[in-house]
């Protein structure tokens, strides 16, 4: 799954465990509800129980690599979500040692803007005319009023990876960070016809693990993008 050698050729991404949003957003568009009723900031949402478990379960799973193939720095998304799946990973692959940590707002979610507090049906019932543009332009350029389109993710990204090459060569990096950014990811990296170029969801579980080829010559020893594990087969 690995290239032999100790460039950043490989990249490590994951997604944050499970986010107190992440239930509530759930509960809300199987209930029919139009707005999601929480009072926390996006970027302030933190992990639940389950989320903090699946971030004790990252961390083992990265102290279990081996040596050459666990990641020598952490770039992660400033969101508190993810914030707190990296210092959960820290505790418990890297206790004892230390690890290269830096916050990168370019791994954070898509922002939604005036959307973001809304389930789809609210977007429909409430801003109709948002819902329309949605249909009509595709999601991968819609940008609501505040927010980024996923062509907009993608393009910050994009400049992220072009940094990893650039200041981080000889590294094994690690990203914490969001759904989004892991379809981005693979956009750019794996599938470029896949969930972003065809406006699907793109689901991406919370605390899977990727790994992805950063260049031509690791593709051949690792595919578009592989899975490592995940602790929901834990």
Same mark, same amino acid.
């Given at each position: ?5 100790t460039t ?8 944050h ?12 568009e ?8 929480i009072?926390?900031a996006?970027d302030?949402?933190?992990l639940t129980?389950?989320g903090h478990e699946q971030a ?8 279990a690599l081996p040596?050459?193939?666990r990641?020598?720095r952490?770039l992660?998304?400033?969101f508190r979500?993810?914030?707190?799946t990296a210092? #959960?990973i820290i505790?418990? &692959?890297?206790?004892?040692s230390?690890i290269a940590?830096?916050?990168d707002? $370019?791994l954070k979610?898509? *922002?939604?803007?005036v959307?973001?507090h809304l ?10 005319e948002l819902a329309?543009?949605r249909?009509?332009?595709?999601r991968?350029?819609f940008r609501?009023?505040?927010?980024e ?7 910050r990204?994009?400049r992220a990876l072009?940094?990893?090459?650039l200041?981080?060569a000889?590294?094994?990096v690690l ?6 950014v892991i379809?981005?990811i693979d956009?750019?990296? #794996?599938t470029?016809?896949? &969930?972003?170029a ?5 689901w991406?579980?919370?605390a $899977?693990l990727?790994?992805? *080829?950063?260049d ?9 993008h592989?899975?490592?594990e ?5």
């Open positions: 799954m690995y290239p032999s050698d950043a050729a490989t990249l490590l991404a994951c997604r465990g499970q986010s107190l949003g992440n239930v509530v957003r759930a509960d809300a199987a209930s029919g509800r139009e707005d999601l009723g009072a926390l996006d302030d949402l933190p129980e389950l004790a379960w990252l961390g083992r799973l990265i102290l040596a050459a193939h990641p020598t952490i992660c998304s400033p979500r993810a914030l707190e210092e #959960g505790r418990h &692959a890297y206790e004892g230390r940590f830096t916050v707002a $370019r979610p898509k *922002a939604f803007g959307i973001g389930t789809r049906k609210g977007v429909a019932v409430r801003h109709p329309a543009q249909e009509r332009v595709g991968f350029h609501p009023p505040g927010g389109s996923r062509c907009d993710v993608v393009l990204v994009q072009e940094d990893i090459r200041r981080h000889g590294e094994r990203l914490v960070t969001h759904q989004i379809n981005a956009h750019l990296l #794996g470029p016809d896949g &969930a972003l065809n406006d699907d969801d793109g991406v579980p919370n $899977r990727y790994a992805f *080829a950063l031509r010559a690791a593709a051949e020893a690792v595919p578009a592989s899975v490592v995940t602790a929901e087969a834990a």
